[in-house]
């Protein structure tokens, strides 16, 4: 497959035990925290009709694009835990604002990534002295 290079959002990492809780994704000066919830993942597979949501990702290795439509259904499910109260409806024009910004919508795929990364869905086997923010192939 191609190898995306994206910037790299931040993973924040609780130092005391050393697991990484949510994504901080910063829209126009605001932070946003992004994590998958069991509840969420299972809010997630039932908007995209039964789809496993791994299978984006396997989607995209094989060089396949998501939709715009599975990208927001991750940002907003993502953002439940952390972002009392944020809509599907927020999370349109919290993306719209992140394109305006001057990210492409290619750039989210790396965003996804980290969230699935921090939400357990994937493991990248990062070592003690990895950069969690370092590029990722994908």
Known sequence: GRVYSFPSPTIIKNKEIDIMNYVLFTVKGKDYKLVLTTRTMVELEKRLNGRNPISILMDVADDKLPTITEMILILWCSMVKYNHGISLDDCY?????????????????????????????????????SDPNAEMGV
């Open 93 to 129: 024009n919290i993306f719209d604002d992140y394109v305006a910004e001057g990210h492409a919508y290619t750039d989210f795929i790396e965003v996804m990534m980290k969230i699935f990364e921090t939400s357990g869905l994937i493991n990248t086997k990062n070592t003690e002295d």
